[in-house]
Structure formats: C-alpha cells, structure tokens
C-alpha cells in the first residue's frame, strides 16, 4: 500500500486554463530493500510518470538511504530522493494519481510540495550598530565609543565607582596578609 501526502495548496485545480508552468518538489521514500539497479529503474518509473502528465523534469537526486524518525510500513530505513519538475498546476492532481497507479509496493510514502519562489538574501551589515546610533541621534544623546573600557561600563550598571584596591608593599619578598585582604573586602562591601 502506497500511503501519500499531497499538500494542500498542490492538490487544488485551477479553474482558468493557465499555460504558466509552476516548479514542484516530489520527496519520495523507498524500501531500503532494494538494490541499486531496482533503485534507478524505480527513479525512472517516476520521471516517466511525470513526463506522461506533461511535466518537465529539472533536477532529479540520488537515493540516499537515512534512519527515518518513526516508522514508515515498519521500516525505521528508507531510501530518500527529490525530484523537482514543472508542471502546470492544473496537472497535480493527474500526476498524484498516476504516482497512485504505479504497480510497485517499493514506494513507502511521497511528498508533492509546490516549491516558492525565494527571494535573494540581502547582503547583511551592521545593522544592529547602525540603528544604536540612529537611535542615540533621535534621542539627543552623544555617541558613546564602542572601544570604552569594561571599567566605565561597570560604573555605569552598577552605579558603583570602582576604586583600585590600594594595598601598599612594602617590599618585593613581603606577602600580603589575609588579614589585609579582609579589611579591604570589608570596605569594599561596605561601599555597596
């Protein structure tokens, strides 16, 4: 049994008669029984069916075998492959039909997708930096120096001046005491 998903936007006829033709997408799953022979001449029993119902093939993948997430007929392998055409949309409904019909219980499952037209990225920049500064300008205030230092940064957030601890030495063999380190973690705690 052939288990299918035709999407739903796919499976609609258009009720002008259009001659533009639209790309699709055909994700097919096979058994992962099959051999490499079996494996083409299924691949060419499918772009015969679509070339039948008047499809023009473009680009037609390998199978390549991959674990699938559930199973599928009770197979946790499958062998995976796209096929993308164009058609007429008027012509999907005969073409998942046809895909019906065929005489093989090697095809688990396919998937007819109307493939969109993607728009090309556009080059990204700092635009994050750019509209911080659009925004500091709209607001009146000055620009602030990306390279400032981490100590300024903390005066400001945590509204604390950071003083560097002075603690005298009194030579290069003495050592710091404990006790001293005590008092000045003493008058820094209480400074916040």
Do not use: C
Not at 12 to 32: A, H, I, M, R, W
Not at 69 to 98: C, D
Not at 156 to 162: A, M
Not at 171 to 180: A, E, N, Y
């Amino acid at each position: 049994m052939i288990e299918t998903q035709v999407a739903p936007h796919a499976e609609k006829t258009e009720t002008t008669t259009s001659k533009s033709k639209v790309l699709y997408d055909l994700y097919v799953l096979v058994n992962p029984s099959l051999g490499e022979a079996d494996l083409s001449a299924l691949q060419n029993k499918v772009t015969e069916t679509l070339q039948k119902h008047g499809a023009n093939v473009e680009r037609s993948e390998k199978f390549k075998k991959r674990d699938l997430v559930y199973p599928v007929e009770k197979q946790q392998r499958a062998y995976e492959a796209n096929i993308y055409f164009w058609t007429a949309a008027s012509q999907i409904q005969e073409i998942s039909t046809g895909l019906k019909m065929l005489d093989t219980n090697d095809i688990l499952r396919y998937l007819l997708v109307k493939e969109e037209k993607r728009r090309p990225r556009k080059q990204r920049t700092n635009f994050g930096a750019q509209k911080y500064e659009n925004t500091l300008k709209e607001r009146g205030m000055p620009k602030v120096d990306a390279n400032a230092k981490q100590e300024e940064t903390e005066k400001q957030v945590i509204g604390v001046e950071n003083k560097p601890a002075a603690i005298e030495k009194k030579g290069k063999d003495d050592k710091i005491s404990i006790d001293d380190i005590d008092k000045k973690l003493d008058e820094i705690m209480g400074n916040l």
